[in-house]
């Protein structure tokens, strides 16, 4: 029985197999076993056994788990726990991960979504006994994402936060690939709705009746500006809005670009009336004066809207939509909303219908038609004033 505790890990021994292969197995002499623990404990771990030691996959996963094994085996024998410090797994990885400046850059709202996705890591991790990061084949992450087949967002999230997880091993030196990047799975379909002018007006109704003005205001801000609801939600009076110009101004998060963006007389109008003197912001929660939680905002919109398909996110994708419904070109969009060019086509591929409206400012642009024809539409949807229909009219 030859050992190899040089090449595999202490007290790792090999038994040919009659087929040239061997069992691997962690053998910890009788005097220096803690009670309880095996006398011979079948390595790797997890996954296949196929004790073929010209592969070299099954070689790192032997190796981490002896290792592992080999820390606890001290701890055991000194009675106290394996320390986490020395393990290189999933629990120890998300720390690492979360200290690292990549990770601290990033904003608190997607730190909390990139945690939230972690701990469903670490709750998998801690299921298979926290096994080494350097050990985890691309079977057990197929495997793993397979139990959120039913949810192809989580999946889909769960996946990316694990890649990254994943590529911070890597520079860690913890392990030379990355499994998760290989793995390919379409994008879920979206399920957002597309704001038409009717639903801004309507909701912004429902929402001042039911005493929030200020969700009103906002709505219709997003109507025609197109920010995330969670930049929007902290824009400060004076700094991004100026009353006297009734135009916007801010940085776009994406581009770095700093935009001015004027707004209707109609929402100025109504930004007058939810403005508080002695608030910094502009859209205040009137139960705690505070900018709106984002959680807390969706929650009372929630309670409120008269269409249950609405979200307040999609107000964003339905401004990108609706300007260029009006003709607006990808970068005039983009200038407004901050998407990239890029994304603001991706959109209008997916959520920009193939209707009249759009048919209809085709031809007029080209100079066929002076007259907007089949049935008369909102102004507001085509980005002209009222003057200039009546104009066109005559």
């Given at each position: ?7 595999l ?53 032997i ?5 592992a094994?080999?820390?606890r ?11 986490e410090a ?6 120890r ?11 601290k ?11 939230y ?8 991790s ?8 350097a ?23 769960v996946k ?6 994943l ?17 390919k ?19 912004a109704?429902?929402?001042a ?17 197109g920010q ?9 009076r ?88 009006a ?31 759009v048919?209809?400012?085709a ?15 909102d ?16």
């Amino acid at each position: 029985m030859p050992s190899v505790a040089l090449e595999l890990g202490k007290y790792v021994t090999l038994r040919r197999r009659k087929d040239g292969t061997y069992r691997v197995l962690m053998e910890v002499p009788a005097r220096l076993r803690p009670s309880g623990w095996s006398a011979a404990i079948p390595l790797p771990i997890n996954g296949a056994r196929r004790g073929d030691l010209n592969d070299i996959d099954e070689i790192r996963r032997i190796r981490d788990d002896a290792e592992a094994l080999y820390v606890r085996l001290q701890q055991a024998r000194m009675g106290a726990a394996a320390p986490e410090a020395v393990l290189r797994n999933f629990p120890r990885l998300v720390r690492e991960w979360q200290t690292s400046q990549g990770f601290k850059a990033k904003k608190p709202r997607t730190q909390k979504g990139y945690a939230y996705h972690a701990s469903l890591i670490l709750d998998w991790s801690a299921a298979n006994g926290d096994r080494p990061v350097a050990g985890l084949p691309r079977d057990a992450i197929e495997a793993f994402l397979a139990l959120y087949d039913d949810r192809p967002t989580t999946r889909r999230h769960v996946k990316i936060v694990l890649k990254m997880l994943l590529d911070h091993a890597i520079a860690l030196g913890w392990r030379a690939d990355n499994p998760a990047e290989r793995i390919k799975m379409a994008a879920p379909e979206s399920r957002l709705v597309i704001w038409e002018w009717d639903d801004a007006r309507r909701e912004a109704w429902a929402c001042a009746a039911a005493g929030q003005p200020s969700i009103a205001a906002l709505i219709l801000t997003n109507w025609e500006i197109g920010q995330r609801v969670t930049d929007l939600r902290l824009f400060r009076r004076g700094a991004d809005y100026a009353p006297a110009d009734g135009a916007f101004r801010y940085w776009q998060s994406k581009t770095q670009s700093y935009v001015t963006v004027p707004v209707s007389d109609d929402l100025r109008a109504m930004l007058a009336v939810v403005e508080k003197p002695d608030s910094l912001y502009l859209f205040t929660d009137a139960a705690t004066g505070k900018p709106w939680d984002e959680q807390r905002l969706g929650h009372v919109f929630a309670a409120i809207r008269t269409r249950p398909d609405l979200q307040l996110r999609a107000l964003r994708h339905s401004c990108v939509v609706q300007q260029a419904r009006a003709g607006c070109t990808v970068p005039e969009i983009a200038s407004v909303t901050g998407h990239s060019p890029f994304s603001v086509e991706q959109i209008l591929r997916k959520y920009l219908p193939r209707d009249n409206q759009v048919a209809w400012n085709a031809q007029r642009k080209r100079g066929l038609i002076r007259t907007e024809g089949g049935q008369e539409s909102d102004g507001r949807l085509t980005g002209e004033s009222d003057d200039r229909r009546a104009a066109t009219a005559k």
